[in-house]
C-alpha cells in the first residue's frame, strides 16, 4: 500500500464499536430507483490482513514497543536476522535499456564475470550519460553521450550488464524524469529473452528497506511505528526473495504490487533511524520468512489470512484521533454499477449474501447479489470492491 494511499483520508472519524459476530444470512434487498446511487457506510482501508498501519501508530501512542505490536499483528512469529541482496525491478523505466549519469567510480560489468568489468572514466571523461543497450538475447552495446553530440558505442559486452558505483547513488533516467539508486543497476533479460530488459536495483537488504518505509508509513510517525513498518517491509522483501519463480531477473518490485520503494529519494532522518534500529530483524514462521502483509487501517477488526500468524481479532489500536479511514461513508451511483455489471441491466436492488461473522454489521462482505431489469449476479465482496473504488469489503448498504 502506497503513502498516497495510507494518507488519502478525508472523512471524519467516528469510533468503532464491533458487536457479536452474527450469522451468516442473506441480508434484506436494499432497492435504487432508476438513476439512483448506493450509499455506503464503512469501516477501514485496504484488506485488513496482518498489520494495520494506523494500528501500528495507535499502538505506539499508547506505549507499546516496535516487539510488542509485531506480536500483536503477527502473532506466533518469531524474530530473527537476516542479510544480503534484494533485486528489484523499476517499474518506472519502461524503456529495453538503461540510462543513468555519469559520475566518480561509475563502472560498467558484466554479469557474473568481475572479470570483464570497465571503469568509465578511463573510457571516455567527457561524457554526461552512459547506456547499457540489449542488441541481442547474449549481448549489450555500452555506449556514451557528450553534450551536443549523438550516442557513440564504447563496446560491446558479452551477455547483459550493470552500473556500479561502489555502493554510492547512481542517477538513473526514466521516460520523464530520473531518479538515484543504491547498489547496481542491471539490464536484466525478461522472461520474454531476445532484447526485452528490465531495469533491476541489486543492492543490501538493509539500503532497499531505507527506501521503502517512508513510501508506506508517514515519516512523522511515532518511532515504535516506524520501526515496525521497517521490520514488516524488511520481512516481506525476504519473503519475495524466497518466493521467487525460476527464471525471473527479479525478487520484487516497486509498486503497490509488492510494497512501494522510492530509493534515495524516499530516505528520511526519522525512517533511516527506525531501519538502523532493526537492522537486519525479520520476522520467521517455522524457520522461514514470514508473509507480513499489511494494510492502512483494520478498521478495529483484522482480517484472517491463509497463514496461521494472519488472525482475525478485535484491534484495539485502530481507532485513534488521526485515523480519518477507521470509519468512512460514499455514495456510488447506479450507473457505475450498471457500467461493470452490464449484464443485469438497469439496476434495481442489492443484498449482501454472506460476511465474514467478525466485527460490526457481521464484518467484512463476502459476496452480494445485484438485480437489474435483465436479471442478477453475484459478486465477490472484493471484486465489489475493487471495482467500484470503495476503502474495504466491510460496509453496509443504507
Request: proline share 5%; net charge positive; aromatic share 8%.
Amino acid at each position: 500500500m502506497s503513502r498516497t494511499t495510507l494518507l488519502a483520508a478525508t472523512l471524519a472519524l467516528g469510533l468503532l464499536a464491533p458487536g457479536a459476530a452474527v450469522a451468516r444470512t442473506a441480508e434484506p434487498v436494499v432497492a435504487v430507483p432508476a438513476g439512483g446511487s448506493l450509499t455506503l457506510t464503512g469501516h477501514g482501508y485496504g484488506h485488513g490482513r496482518g498489520m494495520s498501519q494506523y494500528g501500528a501508530e495507535g499502538a505506539a501512542r499508547q506505549g507499546l514497543t516496535s516487539a510488542q505490536i509485531l506480536a500483536f499483528y503477527y502473532p506466533g512469529t518469531t524474530v530473527a536476522r537476516v542479510g544480503g541482496n534484494i533485486s528489484v525491478r523499476i517499474g518506472s523505466d519502461t524503456t529495453a535499456d538503461t540510462m543513468v549519469a555519469a559520475r566518480d567510480r561509475l563502472v560498467a560489468r558484466v554479469v557474473g564475470r568481475p572479470s570483464q568489468t570497465f571503469a568509465l572514466t578511463g573510457l571516455q571523461r567527457s561524457a554526461t550519460r552512459w547506456r547499457l543497450k540489449p542488441l541481442s538475447a547474449t549481448r549489450t552495446a555500452l555506449s556514451y553521450q557528450i553534450p551536443g553530440h549523438a550516442w557513440a558505442r564504447a563496446r560491446v559486452l558479452d551477455g547483459p550488464a550493470e552500473f556500479f558505483a561502489g555502493g554510492a547513488p547512481i542517477t538513473l533516467y526514466v521516460p520523464g524524469g530520473s531518479a538515484a539508486y543504491r547498489g547496481a543497476l542491471r539490464n536484466a533479460p525478461t522472461a520474454a529473452g531476445g532484447r526485452d530488459r528490465d531495469t533491476v536495483n541489486v543492492l543490501g537488504l538493509q539500503n532497499y528497506v531505507r527506501g521503502v518505509v517512508a513510501r508506506e508509513m508517514p515519516a512523522g510517525w511515532s518511532p515504535a511505528a516506524l520501526q515496525t513498518q521497517a521490520v514488516a517491509a524488511r520481512t516481506f522483501a525476504a519473503y519475495d526473495r524466497a518466493h521467487t519463480p525460476a527464471g525471473r531477473s527479479y525478487q520484487t518490485c516497486d509498486s503497490t504490487s509488492c510494497q512501494v520503494y522510492g530509493g534515495v529519494a524516499a530516505e528520511t532522518r526519522a525512517t533511516d533511524a527506525a531501519v538502523a534500529a532493526t537492522n537486519g530483524q525479520v520476522l520467521t514462521y517455522a524457520g522461514q520468512p514470514a508473509f507480513t502483509q499489511f494494510s492502512s487501517s483494520s478498521g478495529g477488526w483484522t482480517v484472517r489470512g491463509s497463514v496461521p500468524y494472519q488472525a482475525a481479532k478485535a484491534d484495539p489500536y485502530d481507532a485513534w484521533p488521526g485515523n480519518h479511514v477507521h470509519d468512512w461513508t460514499t455514495t456510488v451511483a447506479a450507473g457505475k454499477v450498471q457500467a461493470a455489471w452490464p449484464s443485469i441491466g438497469t439496476l434495481t436492488g442489492v443484498q449482501v449474501l454472506d460476511r465474514d461473522g467478525n466485527g460490526d454489521w457481521g464484518g467484512r462482505v463476502n459476496s452480494v447479489r445485484l438485480t437489474g431489469s435483465k436479471g442478477s449476479v453475484t459478486v465477490d465482496g472484493t471484486d465489489f470492491r475493487m471495482t467500484l473504488g470503495l476503502r474495504s469489503t466491510w460496509f453496509r448498504i443504507g
